[in-house]
């Protein structure tokens, strides 16, 4: 597999995102500061409260263009009051008003956040561009009809994301393979082992057992590739997810990074060798 010599635009795309929703359970955000999600989604039902209240107040003075005819319709007062099935009538189709006054109240943002990727679809994504921005040895693979497996070792904390993301593509002539595996043994029959944060307390077994093999080691705890890790995520002050690289790491396994995805990375040195020697 040759090196790619540009680095694409899907790349610079993926690491401009924020994530939106559950972050990972086993570590704490890192790096936000000053934001209080609470306060902010406390702000918008305030507003929106008082758009609805005003509406009721001012139900002679609404103009909402969008409803037309239905506004006028639902808030045509009868000429008369029957009996209690009119008042039901009357109280239903407040009910109905009201409710399309707050769903058009709704900022564009929050519509928009509802569709954004969240963490776990955002690294999914750059496993796939890590892979095809290396230049991999020519023996990383069993055989030319070999898929090009990547792994999760440990508990998974993608849930379909990495399947969705990969399905149909390939890398070359290789198409790909998704394993998750329970015994760091069977880490050497892949090319990309992604540990989970329940694995990397022994982090010195799984480097020390992949020692010859060109295996890309990537993970998302604090420490993970100054420790021996390949690559590590890690979140800005702005959720969006970036990644170090540990050139020793790199050296060791073989492999050879584009020089603009090191342009994107913070590059770091194995603990014991921060020099890289």
Partial sequence: MRLDSQLSWEFRECASLRFVGQ?????????????????????????????????????DAISVNSLGPIRRTLWMPPTSISGPGDERVRERNLAVLLLAIILFSLSPVTRAQADAPGEYELKAAFLFKFAKFIDWPKDSLASAQSPFTICVLGEDPFGRALDANLQGKMLGDQSFAIRRLKDKGEARR?????????????????????????????????????????IEFTLDHENRVRFTINIDAADRAGLKFSAKLLALAKIVHDERHPKGN
């Fill in 23 to 59: 972050k990972s359970p086993e570590r704490p955000p890192r790096g936000i500061r000053g934001f209080d999600g609470n306060r902010e989604n406390d702000s918008g039902r305030a507003q929106c409260t008082r758009q609805v209240k005003l509406a009721i107040l001012r139900m």
């Fill in 190 to 230: 892949c090319q990309v082992v992604f540990v989970s944060s329940l694995e990397t307390g022994h982090l010195a077994e799984i480097v020390e057992s992949l020692q010859g093999t060109s295996v890309l080691l990537v993970g998302d705890t604090t420490g993970f590739a100054s420790s021996g890790g390949t």
